[in-house]
Structure formats: C-alpha cells, structure tokens
C-alpha cells in the first residue's frame, strides 16, 4: 500500500489545516489509519487513529482540536486542525494496516508560527 499524505504548510497560531492521506489500495481492504507526528530531536508519537468500522482515538494533547476521518469510497484519510499552537508543528505522517502489515506515508510538514 502506497500513501500520499498533503495539505501541511505554514500557519499561524489559532489557525486550522486540513491533512489528507490517499492509499493505492481500497480504502474498504484497510483496517485501522493513524496521524502521527514527528517533532525535530522527538520521537513519533501518534496524533489520532480511526478503525475501518469508524471508530476513534486521539492523543491527549490533540483532543478537541484535531478530527480524523476517512471516506473509504475514495481511499482517504483526513486530519482536521484546529486552534493550532506552536508545539504542534512536525511532520505528519499517515499509517495503514491492511491485512496485518503496516504502511507509511512520506510526511508532510505542518508549521505552526507567527
């Protein structure tokens, strides 16, 4: 499974970025997808997880700003920020399980400045 994640840049704080991650295979062959983040000299630490019957989780330090979702008919995966702060700029990366083994996609850079 090859994914394409897109949609980081450069915001300022208090503002909001849609991530997107699209998987080479049917999104309805994909059991669980996942953000993660990798801040410069941190390790990746997961951002939020949604399974293939929809059902969620989020890191303590993204709930009630961030909101992942998934359209399986266009074998995408979505991360919506909100109320962006400094500390979460990094990397972003998306994750897929299929068939127990799993997929990374490249990254894309999420910076969070004024």
């Known amino acids: 499974v090859q994914l394409q994640a897109s949609g980081g840049g450069l915001v300022q704080p208090g503002g909001s970025l849609r991530l997107s991650c699209v998987a080479s295979?049917?999104?309805?062959?994909?059991?669980?997808m996942g953000w993660y983040r990798q801040a410069p000299g941190k390790q990746r630490e997961l951002v939020a997880r949604?399974?293939?019957?929809?059902?969620?989780n989020y890191a303590d330090s993204m709930k009630g700003r961030v909101t992942i979702s998934r359209d399986n008919a266009k074998n995408t995966m979505y991360l919506q920020m909100n109320s962006l702060k400094p500390e979460d700029t990094a990397v972003y990366y998306c994750?897929?399980?299929?068939?127990?083994?799993?997929?990374w996609g490249q990254g894309t850079q999420v910076t969070v400045s004024s």
């Open positions: 949604i399974t293939s019957l929809g059902g969620t």
């Open positions: 295979e049917s999104g309805f062959s994909i059991s669980a």
């Open positions: 994750n897929a399980y299929r068939l127990g083994i799993g997929y």
